[in-house]
């Protein structure tokens, strides 16, 4: 059995149970690491493609919120829910960022009130677990990658009902 990735090359760290029983165990880890959550809501970026998928979410106004965000691509990005109107200013903000000497240490999150929740870059194949409330006001929250470039493509909106 050969495994590839999504460039074709055979994966160096695939492991290959030797017994039914490391089968079983590696079967039972990604199960409890994938267990559906219908509780979260699930966001992922799309590997080669710089999108969110979904580009949709929707919450109550004032709802706990838990949001995993999943990065299957080759490359890191964020994810920044910021307030109604501000998509193109945050990103300038964040494409700023990209020739000052700490940008990358911020992980490209400008210092900005319209910035209302943020992950920190999540590397290629990991996923980060965003907390949060959502906002009492309804409305249409962008949220968007803020990558120098990547806030130009990679949007979404969360609907707050």
């Keep these: 059995v050969f495994i590839y990735d999504s460039l074709g090359q055979p994966l160096a760290d695939a492991r290959v149970p030797q017994s039914q029983t490391e089968l079983n165990q590696l079967a039972a880890a990604w199960s409890q690491l994938h267990e559906v959550d219908h509780d979260a809501l ?44 501000t998509i193109d200013e945050v990103g300038e903000l964040a494409d700023q960022m990209a020739t000052a000497p700490d940008g990358l240490a911020k992980q ?15 590397e290629p194949k990991a996923r980060f677990e965003l907390r949060f409330t959502a906002p009492t006001q309804p409305g249409r929250y962008p949220y968007v990658c803020t990558f120098p470039g990547h806030w130009r493509m990679m949007r979404g909106v969360l609907i707050v009902e």
């Design 108 to 122: 490209y999150i400008p210092a900005s009130p319209h910035v209302l929740h943020a992950t920190p870059l999540i």
């Design 42 to 85: 699930r966001v992922q970026a799309v590997p080669h493609q710089m999108k969110f998928s979904p580009v949709e979410l929707r919450v109550r106004a004032g709802q706990a919120v838990r949001l995993i965000f999943e990065n299957p691509d080759l490359m890191q990005h964020n994810l920044l829910i910021v307030a109604p109107g």
